[in-house]
């Protein structure tokens, strides 16, 4: 029994994929500070996370259901084709986190709540139709995080300040990169299985190219939000840190271009990982207490980071091995297309 309630949990955590989870979180925080210019109540942004964390959730949820199929063939192990979690669990518990979403949205206001029913639409399709259509599963990916900019602004009280629509370009084409680097990681199992991503249909130098554009965009937008405020010296460092692990990452990736590896693409996408929690971070410090962002941040990046060793590596290291035998039920098998 016991060894049954471990599997069945370990499963669902594999399902939630904690080392994404917190992204969507900062990135409302982060809306509704810079659109109430610091002003909003903190139970308000405490909501404003929780809805967007429920909705990020429930779409990986929506995913691992709608690519159950695809999964079978592909990655028997995980929790659904394994049979560690039913198909209908896997509805139940995405139908469960959207409800507790829109409750949480209602207490922010019919706008929240309207907001939010959109994106789960969009989210939705994204995990059933988008994911698989090249370019536009990439920038469906940009606006969800548009959606959670806008909601985090609703809960600030305005979404359609100067500082609001630029940080919401750069969440666009920041989430849009970092998910088109998961396709490029993803390449060989995407075009074994027919799965029309970017660097199947357009080819590995195009993709790295279109990933260089988004990163020139993204930073661009950042720079000038930044400079909007007079920022912190948290919130200025944190940014110049961001741009640097950006650096470190995309400057690889451009030069090896022509032969980029999945080991490439999969490191590459470790440090993105910590990169937009430092970089969301760094506008939170803009009008947020140094002592609360530095504890935002350090807890974020811990449970990320951990979450990344615990789950993350070990199932990239057996994707990597040679399969001597079928797969066991136990073992995690890699995710498709959430960066």
Known sequence: MRNRVVTKVMAHIEMMR??????????????????????????????????????????????????RELDAHSKPSRPVPSGRVSPREALLTMGGLILVGYLAAL???????????????LGIAYSKTFKAKAILGNFDRGVLGVCAVLFGGLAGGAILRPAVVLLAAMVFFHDAATNLVGAIRDIEGDRAAGYPTVPVVYGLVRAVWIVTALVL???VAGSVLMALPRPT??????????????????VPLWLARRSVSRQQALAAHKYLIAERLVLLSAFIAVSVPAGVVIG???????????????LRDRYERQAAQPQLEAPSPETPQPERGYA
Request: proline residues 3%; negative net charge.
């Open 18 to 67: 904690p080392y994404t989870m917190f992204h969507s979180g900062l990135v409302a925080i982060a809306g509704a500070e810079v659109a109430s210019a610091g002003r909003v109540v903190p139970w308000r942004v405490v909501l404003a996370a929780l809805v967007t964390m429920c909705g990020w959730e429930a779409g990986l949820y929506a995913g691992d259901y709608y690519d």
């Open 107 to 121: 207490a922010l206001g019919v706008a929240n709540l309207a907001l939010a029913v959109g994106t789960t639409v």
């Open 217 to 219: 965009c993204w930073e």
């Open 296 to 310: 935002l941040l350090a807890g974020s990046l811990a449970v990320s980071l951990g979450a990344q060793v615990v």
């Open 233 to 250: 010296p948290l919130a200025l460092g944190l940014y110049i840190v961001a741009l640097g692990i950006a650096a470190w990452v995309y």
